[in-house]
């Protein structure tokens, strides 16, 4: 399908809506005021000099790249002079800083310069993939073109040295990202050079000797053969989601089957829950098959915005619903769980169990953390936070022939041209959605694979994992089975095995000490438990109240041949994105199963 | 009661014993062998001069006085030439290298003289308390006095620097042991001045600001007033060893009640199934209560070995079944799963579990360590191995008053001028016991705290834990039943919450990945599983084949709303103190549990 972007879609209400406030009103500025005060803004001036005491770092352009994507995405929907003139500034600082021949890296032009591509892993490539995103975004948003001709130039210039010349140290990006935003560049602007140069790093990537040439980057092998989802997870799904973006433009086949390999590889063996990727520190990196550690989860919240990313790239490819599912999984989870409840603290690393008397996990070890800082040395997470709320609307839609297609059940218009379409619904606190399309002759609805039953106001037929039905011009209207219900792990997950984690629709609930009396892991839930929804709680969304069992101590027996005994209980539980907001305490997904 | 020394008894047959003999004919010889390579022998020659290429260590003296301790033990019960010439040779050194004054210490008299008692922190007291035992054990076996008289001087030496002209840097052991060495010394040589150096090291502690004041090594509070055991676990347990000796000698209730709370503290909350102790690599230290990870367990062998001499001191004072419960439990599982079977290889730490497909335990830390290996730098295991395996005998008999008590059910005579037994069994690997005994009015067996149920063949009163039978002079013949039985932990701690483990009698078993088809963690036993007992097994004990689920993968999901299937299946257990003998592989010692 066609998956509308930001530019057809407005964001009009509900959950995710407030959380797109939130950002624009608080995130933004919570970034960018680190941003200034760290040096990153002021780096863009290129005044830098030896011994300044604020040294810019490698991927200060690409922090920076990313929040001005974020900007323009808000400036799209709403003017805000003060923001777009922050913006302006730091265009100004490119189109001045760009050496004649297009390059533009604040690193290699005020630290070391006379060493631009030379060395594969400083991130070059990487942050010039996220101007180029940013560049985009922000001439859909405003029209101004200052920024993308910049880019337009670097891309050029980087197709000249790595494509023409060759004359580069290195021949793909250590860091992927470039990939997936110059097929961006060629949507955008129709030039099929920066598809052919999107290309030829896909292309060579893993057929060349070069250094860092392995799994930790993806460049093993060639992409093509690739089967299992390796390495630094951030870099995985953005190669993954220039490949697809590529696969899309080309209808290379080959190259989507290696998607749809590596996705599959993801889904079924490697990804939390709650849809994080990348479940070790070292190397922030996948693990092998199955080990998904829960207390020392690294589950990068950049990583489950790749899956975003990639996932809705493949969604524009072939029409499958559980593409969005993997969508909708990751942002009211994994991703949302990187940002505090008053949207100015992040998490970097999203375990799974904090358990504060496990100190073999809390004081040996940097991570997990178990607070959300204000900033990180390496502040990727935070702007990527600030775009992809600012970019919820590009998850919504999609049009394929005469059926619009919902992906996502988010209060919103959609626009283009003489179809439209409005949706009301309060989901995921409500479990209703209503849906009045015109100008196709078929709406395509998502029926989440969570949902054990559903129920649609107009017939329909089952395809792929969305309902479709004739658009008579009325009211569809979706109703969710959303009773909370236990899930399990398979069992070669072996941290999850005898537990079981409880989700409501999409959202997948922890239980936190501060609700509960008694330590987390002495409570057990049976399969078919009963829980009574509170309200729509402190964040926004229900909280749980679940009936259980809870073990009771020996007394004064440390281990005994009598099994501890059981006595009714109830556990208190929250969304998980929302863990971690009131002061350090427990924390638990997956809680013991009673049989 | 009286316990009985290595003197009075000969261990006779079954499996301890031949465990002594490995140790006397294999382990010994490794020991000493890595103690010549690594150039703790030579040492003892003084003969070090700077920038030589083997620099002694500060607690080489130490490492080498244990394994001269085993010798004396093997001594006294078989000549051995050879073995005696090893450790007269050192002697020699040692009296030669001994300063006028009385001092002995290799790392202060070769690299840092001048230094002497200036570091708190550098085992030099702990090396002296290693080479009084030692003395102590040489004199008893031999006779010769050569060994004992230096340490005599030495002690001397210590007292006066420590007592009368406090001239010292510092005024208590930073590694305990002296204490507990110096009651030895006292209780061989009848000086009291030893026993009163002992009181006055023991009743210093933690009333004195010194450099390493702290719970680390129990000098936080004077030591009456310790209430939880905290810090190092081997200082731990050789502290109270030597606090106990001190009550017992002086009566003092204060100090025994100390010693009882400590006890309680460690068995009740901080204490592994097999008997290790100090759960945390973090200071090779206790941690909170209740926080046993098995996976990242540290339990050191010698906290476990020390575990047996604080018990055993605390037997000798009172005659309670459960400190030589805690003995039991600790020789047969925690302290000789530090031995491999081949008696070459040491585990320095032991683990409950080993998870090769969890690599959040086995990259990024150095331990557990999932092989023994030969030896270590730190090498104080190893020695320790030789000389409680070479010492069993001093843990079997007491004597209170008329009545002979039978505190460990091991095949040995004793003999003490007209009073004598013979204890015939081939437990643990059988279940029946017979006791004959002569020159006693009764006989207290200890009935272990395991027994779901026993006979006697005589008419007996209960107290304490032991069966007391009028002595007849006729076979006293226990039987326990030792039928394989599940055990649980406190649901206090986290890791063993939903978790049973096996135990057969006193040995506590384990599941090695060599032995079972499926992952560890897929397998689930229930309460009442039935297991079949197979033969004396690989290793010297009965290995076991129990009755048990297994859980099914999922086809292609990672997660699902069904529960993982079970199907019947079988796990094969070993003794757990067998496990790591036949290449890397998975162990669990406690299992997923079925209800």
Request: charged letters at 25%.
């Amino acid at each position: 399908m066609k998956t509308y972007g930001v530019s057809n879609v407005n964001v009009t209400g509900g959950y995710l809506f407030e959380k797109q406030e939130l950002n624009r009103q608080t995130t933004m500025n919570a970034v960018y005021d680190f941003f200034s005060e760290s040096g990153r803004i002021d780096a863009f001036k290129m005044d830098y000099k030896d011994g300044d005491e604020k040294q810019p770092h490698i991927f200060w352009d690409s922090d920076v790249a990313k929040w001005m994507e974020a900007a323009a995405y808000i400036l799209e929907k709403r003017p805000d002079p003060e923001l777009e003139a922050k913006v302006d500034a730091i265009v100004d600082c490119i189109e001045k800083g760009q050496a004649k021949d297009g390059y533009f890296n604040i690193f290699f032009t005020v630290v070391q310069p006379g060493d631009r591509f030379t060395d594969r892993d400083y991130h070059e490539l990487y942050c010039a993939g996220h101007l180029m995103e940013a560049a985009v975004a922000y001439a859909e948003a405003t029209g101004k073109t200052k920024f993308l001709d910049c880019m337009e130039k670097y891309a050029d210039c980087i197709y000249r040295v790595f494509v023409e010349e060759k004359s580069a140290k290195f021949f793909t990006p250590g860091h992927e990202e470039l990939e997936l935003a110059l097929a961006r560049m060629y949507r955008y602007t129709g030039k099929r050079k920066y598809l052919d140069l999107s290309a030829h790093f896909i292309n060579v990537r893993g057929t060349v000797e070069e250094k860092l040439k392995g799994p930790y980057n993806q460049s093993h092998v060639p992409v093509r053969e690739q089967r299992e989802a390796v390495g630094h997870a951030v870099r995985a799904v953005y190669l993954y989601t220039g490949m697809a973006a590529l696969a899309k433009e080309t209808g290379d086949e080959e190259l989507l089957k290696a998607c749809r390999i590596l996705y599959e590889d993801m889904t079924t063996k490697k990804m939390y829950v709650t849809g994080g990727l990348g479940s070790t520190n070292i190397g922030e990196a996948f693990s092998i098959a199955y080990d998904l550690p829960n207390d020392r989860a690294y589950s990068e919240t950049c990583a489950a915005i790749g899956m975003m990313l990639f996932s809705n790239a493949m969604l524009s490819i072939e029409n499958r619903a559980d593409y969005a599912d993997s969508i909708e999984r990751a942002i009211y989870n994994g991703v949302l769980s990187g940002l505090s409840y008053d949207g100015k603290r992040f998490f970097y690393e999203n375990p799974l169990e904090i358990s504060l008397t496990d100190r073999s996990v809390n004081t040996d070890t940097r991570y997990p953390a178990a607070q959300r800082p204000t900033h990180f040395g390496c502040s990727c997470c935070p702007p990527n936070m600030n775009r992809i709320l600012a970019s919820i609307g590009a998850y919504i839609y999609g049009l394929e022939e005469d059926a619009l297609y919902v992906n996502q059940f988010i209060a919103s218009e959609l626009s283009d041209g003489n179809i439209s379409c409005v949706m009301t619904t309060d989901y995921p606190r409500g479990n209703t959605i209503s849906i009045k399309a015109n100008g196709v002759n078929k709406i395509a609805i998502r029926i989440p694979g969570w949902a054990k039953s559903f129920t649609l106001n107009k017939t329909y037929v089952m395809e792929s994992g969305y309902a479709i039905v004739e658009n008579d011009g009325g009211s569809v209207t979706l109703t969710l089975d959303m009773t909370p219900e236990a899930l399990y792990a398979d069992c070669r997950v072996a941290k999850d095995v005898g537990k079981l984690c409880i989700r409501r629709g999409p959202i997948v609930y922890c239980a936190e000490g501060v609700d509960n009396e008694f330590e987390l892991h002495s409570y057990s839930i049976p399969q078919n438990f009963s829980a009574e929804v509170i309200g729509d709680g402190q964040f926004g969304l229900p909280e749980l109240s679940v009936v259980c069992e809870r073990l009771l101590p020996y007394d004064g027996a440390l281990y005994s041949a009598e099994p501890p005994k059981r006595v009714p209980a109830t556990l208190r539980m929250i969304p998980y994105n929302s863990f971690a907001n009131r002061g350090l305490t427990d924390m638990a997904v997956w809680i013991h199963a009673s049989r």
